[in-house]
């Protein structure tokens, strides 16, 4: 507690002033927790001192509160492009970095407790900067890290807020800002020494090395690889569940489930329901093979029923003999962004809605994926497969254009593989048949892209399209040999071969 005042103290972050009339003072309390490494070790205790925010009124209190963060594919990407290039990847975290953020507001709190000064005991503080807990802290300190990159020549990326890049004739450097955590990476290494160093300067920094642990996701360097998995977190998953020592599966859904949203079966306690769905959600930022099951549960979180419980259960057995598999980005895998879209017609939604399946590849490696319900009925699998293209051709752009900016290398145009012929034909003529004439004008977007030669579209043989595994509950053999084909490897037998 000692150490979190002193470092408030050292901040400027208040100063003791008399409540002035008609403002209220923000209570604080002190928040302890025990931080832990991967494997589960005590590191240290720590105590915040937060303020109860959740008392401040909109535009009396605070203004703003969004702060940007990086998203999941973007820090996938990065982590891609710097082992094509065998580029190392460090961490820097900032301590205690919400109290750095300025606050444009008037805010007062009470004295924390346990450490009142007697001789001033009526008396607040009047915050200078920004505390934990406020509402408006993250936005603070965002604008205050933006203002501090900037200020070293870095340029904010248009496509993505939390990403900053910098670059000379003979050095790039990349970074990607997730709330206080900086994920750095470049060349040449000397770089990345000097900016840690000016941010040191600027802030206090822990410099936690090379990328090891971030959010969860444990992320393994060796020789210019770079391999992301989630063992750690899947272990929590089946502790929480009780399910530790489960027997395992061999496949997260039998092909023939069929699950629906029914009124009779025994209702299920449908707060457990939605915490183990959450949990499994964030466990799909390394897992595409649980992308399907996990996404099809999910539509189910309102009233869930003894039948979708029983799938949860059967997702979690096969996580379990499957918690050390991960995704590998290599060295020489190339630096093409290719992507797979595919759609199943008619499986498993009442309505007779299709489910869309994506997948990008940045080289040999997948970078996006994503499985969800089709918002408008198809009358025919053709037509499914046109409205999930065009879905993967919104992604494609985003990719595209995203990396030209992190590399600053030309746009190159996507190659998406479909495995339907007459969708294809339907996306290269500009033709409208009797049976396409009533399809949303919106997805003829994917036209548009391909005449301009923004994306190519080719054909590819169902036995190998790879997103086949996010938009159907496939058999086990099938679902294995996907598995291996999307590039999901066990990452524990890995480092012998």
């Not at 702060?67 to 891609?80: G, S």
């Not at 360097?221 to 489960?246: F, H, N, P, V, W």
């Not at 499986?347 to 040999?364: D, L, M, P, R």
């Amino acid at each position: 507690m000692k150490v979190e005042l002193d470092s408030i103290n050292r901040n400027n972050t208040w100063e003791l002033t008399t409540l002035p009339k008609g403002h209220k003072a923000i209570g604080l309390k002190w928040v302890f927790k025990t931080k832990k490494d991967a494997n589960g070790n005590i590191i240290k205790h720590k105590a915040r001192l937060v303020a109860k925010g959740y008392i401040q009124q909109h535009g009396i209190d605070f203004e703003e509160v969004f702060a940007p963060v990086a998203r999941m594919e973007t820090i996938r990407l990065l982590l891609a492009i710097a082992a094509n290039n065998k580029w190392e990847v460090h961490h820097l975290d900032v301590k205690s970095a919400f109290l750095h953020g300025d606050l444009k507001e008037e805010v007062y709190v009470t004295q924390p407790e346990g450490f009142v000064k007697r001789q001033d005991n009526g008396k607040v503080y009047r915050l200078i900067k920004a505390l934990y807990g406020l509402r408006q802290a993250p936005r603070a300190w965002n604008i205050k890290l933006d203002n501090t990159l900037k200020s070293l020549d870095f340029k904010k990326c248009a496509l993505e807020q939390a990403i900053y890049t910098k670059t000379s004739k003979d050095s790039t450097l990349l970074i990607g800002v997730y709330v206080d955590d900086l994920i750095i990476t470049g060349t040449p290494k000397k770089e990345i020494d000097k900016f840690k160093a000016q941010m040191e300067e600027k802030f206090e920094m822990s410099d936690l090395g090379l990328l090891a642990y971030y959010l969860g996701i444990e992320v393994t360097q060796t020789e210019g690889d770079i391999s992301i998995r989630q063992s750690a977190y899947a272990i929590k998953i089946l502790k929480e569940a009780g399910m530790i020592d489960c027997n395992e599966t061999l496949i997260p859904m039998d092909p023939g489930t069929r699950l629906t949203k029914v009124t009779e079966g025994t209702m299920v306690n449908s707060t457990e329901y939605r915490s183990l769905i959450g949990c499994l959600r964030y466990l799909l930022h390394t897992r595409p093979d649980l992308s399907y099951s996990v996404g099809l549960l999910s539509r189910f979180m309102q009233e869930p029923r003894e039948q979708h419980m029983k799938a949860i259960r059967q997702v979690l057995r096969y996580v379990k003999g499957t918690k050390d598999y991960g995704i590998t980005y290599k060295h020489n895998g190339g630096n093409k962004i290719h992507g797979f879209s595919d759609s199943s017609y008619g499986v498993n939604t009442q309505e007779g809605k299709g489910t869309t399946g994506i997948i990008f590849y940045y080289g040999e490696s997948p970078i996006s994926w994503s499985t969800q319900k089709q918002a408008t009925v198809a009358l025919s699998s053709c037509e499914s497969e046109f409205i999930a293209a065009t879905a993967a051709a919104t992604q494609a752009l985003w990719l595209k254009r995203l990396l030209s900016k992190l590399t600053h290398s030309q746009e190159e145009k996507v190659t998406i593989q479909v495995d339907n012929k007459s969708a294809i034909a339907l996306m290269k003529n500009p033709v409208f048949h009797g049976r396409s004439k009533h399809i949303d004008t919106k997805y003829h977007f994917i036209r548009e892209c391909v005449e301009k030669e923004d994306i190519q579209v080719e054909f590819i043989n169902g036995e190998y399209q790879r997103a086949d595994i996010l938009t159907k509950a496939l058999p086990k053999i099938k679902f294995l040999t996907m598995r291996q084909l999307i590039g999901l490897k066990d990452l524990r037998h890995s480092v012998c071969d």
